[in-house]
T-cell receptor, first 114, second 117 residues
């Protein structure tokens, strides 16, 4: 079963623009992770944010977490054609909340046009 | 760091046949995960090992599926009597973790794409 739901399902932008993807989840979590997947390949870890953190940065990536709204967002600034991929959020629930293994959403398919 | 490798990359089989996939994790990683992914969906958890012990199996995993990690290094996933619904990408991931839950990042292999005809 999938816990996180990404929004939008698909996003198409021009190179240089910012891309924002959102993730909502249902149970209390221990941490939330974002992964990227190029077509037909495995997933690559981007950022892990713990439940007591509100924001994290890594290069052009910025992730926020709002546990009161059970939501997270991934911002990619100054996008490049090479950022074209599917982006997944994945949550690890607390022992009371559900699965303590990574549970993935359906992903957002990002297309960055040159 | 040679990464997580999976073999084969692609497997085409006929319904009813048995198939086996192999995963070699990053050498110092104690945890190994199997996920399954169908088109347009996120990966779904199948099973998880810590060292050689299989600690959790998803309810999605029918009796036709079995996984092993005999020496706490590589792992195999076998599907017996394959069905067309088994067609999917099978992903392996490894990590260095401790304690309860997945509190660390996972490193994924490129997957094995299974097609059951």
């Amino acid at each position: 079963s999938q816990q996180g739901e990404e929004d939008p399902q698909a996003l198409s932008i021009q190179e240089g623009e910012n891309a924002t993807m959102n993730c909502s989840y249902k149970t209390s979590i221990n941490n939330l992770q974002w992964y990227r997947q190029n077509s037909g390949r495995g997933l690559v870890h981007l950022i892990l944010i713990r439940s007591n953190e509100r924001e994290k940065h890594s290069g052009r990536l910025r992730v926020t977490l709002d546990t009161s709204k059970k939501s997270s967002s991934l911002l990619i600034t100054a996008s490049r054609a090479a950022d074209t991929a599917s982006y997944f959020c994945a949550t690890v629930s607390t022992p009371q909340g559900g699965s303590e293994k990574l549970v993935f959403g359906k992903g957002t398919k990002l297309t960055v046009n040159p | 760091d040679t990464g997580v490798s999976q073999d084969p990359r692609h497997k085409i089989t006929k319904r009813g046949q048995n198939v086996t996939f192999r995963c070699d994790p990053i050498s110092e990683h104690n945890r190994l995960y199997w996920y399954r992914q169908t088109l347009g969906q996120g990966p779904e958890f199948l099973t998880y090992f810590q060292n050689e012990a299989q600690l959790e199996k998803s309810r999605l995993l029918s009796d036709r599926f079995s996984a092993e990690r005999p020496k706490g290094s590589f792992s195999t996933l076998e599907i017996q009597r394959t069905e067309q619904g088994d067609s999917a990408m099978y992903l392996c991931a490894s990590s260095k973790g401790q304690g309860r839950g997945t509190n660390e990042k996972l490193f994924f292999g490129s997957g094995t794409q299974l097609s059951v005809l």
